[in-house]
């Protein structure tokens, strides 16, 4: 896991192009603090701050090919390296390292911009062509590795976090209010937007070439597919797909705990990150070191089960116990990493834990994060299929009641009065037949933040209409899909993509110098359950059917038949001591502050502030907003920082 | 203030976060037009409670007492009667 760096072009000639790596990169120590590298060239200029994880001792990069006419700056790993080069050496090339980074030169040499259908990994690579003066920007399938890339003064300029764009363009350091928009309804933005003007984010599963004369070629690789609805399952039975999902499953992990350094693995407690406990515990020689974390607040705690799967499989674990106030502290620091407007305090909890398997000596850490999306396992998808049943007989009294099936776990449940769930849940019926159904009472909750914007920003995001742009992104064929492979695919691209694997991915990870690995999310798990048919994902209203059969016999009952309760943590109540804000929250949302950041109104995020200091923000909607404002704010204090150190 | 106008002013500050009367008709779809969310129903009637004195009973809890400020006053007008 490391950082990434670089540009393409001659620029205006104003900086030396080494200090303008050292500036980039040196934003980027925390994503590889055992070295930094560089190559610099005739308009070309690549660094690389690096994690030490396979090959120490040779492993540095850049990396070269042979002839040294092509070099690659790489984050992330390539699993299945030791097969490639296998494969490679056989075919008579020959390497100078023993790291996964050298099959990248050799597979480029030999299937030019082909080499990416050939990993299997987690990657933001750039690879520098110098006999056709081209750079090569590719990055992994689902969107675990970040990549962004900007094109101002004459370069184009690529890193794996905005902020080392900041560092040498402050035009970049500013919140475009579009991608705020975006961020604050869909949890995200949709790639290639994001918040910042000027900077675009690789979409997951694409390689961009750049010419010498900046000529650009964008194309997808891969990408979430499924088929078309009543095409027949490629197996007999349940059965037996879930012993090819055992086999599968198996050997994500066998190649994920590929590492010169110890592998440990989160244990939330949930059937996901267990199944992959177990599997390492049963089908491999590695020592099982597991974390996880704890909360205060008994709504948001999962220690019990987090405890009867450690005495189960006699792990060695460490669990950090988290309070409202340490979110509260962590906040901007968390914000600082995620780099982007955020609805939700949960990655400050992840960015903590992450220090602490820091400090007790681990650089790699499996995760449970994908099987939901992979394997149907969310909420959002078993109330779109309630909801769906329900409206085709809308008259129905007896449909919507298997709302009350819903949302458990939840304190101030949406489904506790039936007549007001049916209310809500009812919303939005007529996109019955859109593929963003599911989503669509999530983004009308999200969406509350948007009536704080001020009256300049209101103006900015005019015509921004949620449901309609996010359709127009979505591929033709999804017309043709399950009503389930439709939300899987939305929530891939947004929710998964944008935040779990970014802001409270790969960034709270990376905080601390953690590599986070997501063995549900090898490419060929995603295809495999794709194809399966959708009752194999929920079956009545039980998520996560075939992944629970495939893991049943590895797991305690009580947690293989558990009902998932997803992640969270306290919000709002994180910022307040006794109805006293936190001394950074008061300030961002003093009206002066407000006023000079220019994003909200001052008068109406004044209200929602008195509104959580009192304690009486219960619901979702208002949390978020209250979130979402102050992460935003937090940020644009942020980038007026950044604009003064790179003046 | 009468009723109608402190049942305005608690949703206007509470979940349109404004003081502009003009923001809100008293037949506007409150739950229907997304301007108070399930859990929002719960504030309103903690706060209905609290300033009336009456208590809202489960069978009561039904989107046709609560989705207008004509409605949640005329609900609360029979509530203070009975």
Known sequence: ?647 | MDSRQTIRSFILKNFLFTDDASALADDAALIRGGIVDSTGVLELIEFLEERYAIRVAPEEMIPAHFDSIDAIDAFVARKRQA
């Open chain 1, 1 to 647: 896991m490391c950082g990434i760096a670089g540009f393409l072009g001659h620029g205006d000639g104003t900086m030396p192009p080494r200090m303008l790596l050292e500036r980039m990169i040196g934003t980027l120590r925390h994503r590889g603090p055992d070295g930094f590298g560089y190559h610099e060239g005739d308009g070309i200029g690549l660094a690389h701050a690096r994690l030490s994880i396979i090959d120490l001792a040779t492993g540095d990069q850049p990396i070269h090919n042979p002839d040294r006419s092509v070099w690659t700056v790489f984050n992330g790993e390539i699993f299945n390296y030791v097969e490639l080069r296998d494969t490679l050496v056989a075919q008579g090339h020959v390497f100078y390292t023993q790291s996964d980074t050298e099959v990248i030169v050799h597979l480029y040499d030999r299937y030019g911009d082909a080499f990416v259908d050939h990993l299997n990994g987690q990657f933001a690579i750039a690879l520098w062509d110098a006999r056709r003066r081209r750079l090569v920007l590719a990055r992994d399938r689902t969107g675990i590795r970040p990549l962004f890339h900007a094109r101002a003064r004459g370069r184009t300029w690529f890193a794996s976090e905005p902020r080392a764009l900041h560092a040498v363009l402050p035009e970049c350091a500013e919140l475009d209010p579009r991608g705020v928009a975006q961020a604050l309804s869909y949890w995200a933005c949709v790639d290639p937007d994001t918040v910042y003007r000027g900077v675009r984010s690789l979409p997951p599963g694409h390689v961009l070439a750049i010419e010498h004369d900046g000529r650009e070629t964008l194309r997808r690789y891969w990408d979430w597919t499924f088929p078309a609805r009543g095409s027949p399952t490629p197996y007999a039975s349940a059965e037996q797909a879930a012993g090819a999902l055992r086999e599968l499953l198996v050997d994500a992990v066998r190649l994920q705990l590929r590492a010169d350094v110890p592998v440990g693995a989160y244990l939330s407690g949930g059937l996901d990150s267990s199944g992959l406990v177990a599997i390492i515990r049963r089908f491999t020689d590695a020592p099982v070191r597991t974390f996880s974390l704890a909360f205060e607040d008994a709504e948001f705690d999962e220690s019990a089960q987090q405890q009867a799967m450690v005495r189960h499989l006699g792990t060695d674990h460490s669990t950090l116990r988290v309070s409202s106030r340490d979110i509260g502290t962590a906040f901007p620091t968390f914000v600082r990493h995620a780099g982007s407007p955020v609805l939700r305090t949960a990655g400050a909890p992840l960015m903590l834990l992450a220090g602490m398997v820091r400090e007790q000596g681990y650089k790699v850490v499996l995760t449970g994060e994908g099987a939901d999306e992979v394997f149907g396992g969310y909420d959002l998808f078993k109330e779109a299929k309630v909801r769906r049943f329900w409206a085709r007989q809308p008259e129905s009294r007896f449909r919507p009641l298997l709302l009350g099936r819903l949302y458990g776990y939840l304190a101030r449940s949406p489904v506790q009065h039936a007549a007001f769930a049916q209310s809500f849940f009812g919303q939005g019926m007529q996109h019955a037949a859109s593929p963003v159904f599911a989503h669509v009472p999530r983004w009308t909750t999200s969406q509350r933040a948007l009536q704080f914007l001020s009256a300049d920003w209101r103006d900015a995001v005019s015509g921004f209409d949620p449901v309609a742009d996010y359709e127009s992104t979505l591929p033709d064929a999804i017309a043709t899909w399950s009503p389930i492979a439709r939300d899987q695919y939305v929530e891939a691209k947004t929710l998964l993509a944008g935040y779990l694997l970014a802001a409270q991915g790969d960034r709270v990870a990376m905080a601390a110098s953690i590599e986070g690995r997501v063995p549900y999310l090898d490419h060929r798990l995603v295809e495999f359950a794709s194809r399966l048919p959708p009752q194999w994902k929920i079956h009545g209203l039980t998520e996560k059917y075939l992944l629970r059969k495939a893991l049943a016999d590895l797991l305690p009952a009580e947690i293989a038949t558990r009902t998932k309760q997803p992640y969270r943590a306290p919000d709002s109540a994180s910022f307040f001591v006794d109805g006293v804000p936190l001394d950074y929250v008061a300030e961002q949302f003093s009206p002066e502050r407000l006023r000079e950041a220019g994003c909200f109104d001052p008068a109406a995020a004044g209200r929602l502030f008195d509104k959580c200091r009192a304690g009486r923000a219960t619901g979702f909607a208002d949390n978020q907003a209250f979130v979402g404002i102050l992460s935003t704010m937090l940020l644009e204090a942020g980038l007026r920082d950044a604009r003064r150190a790179a003046a």
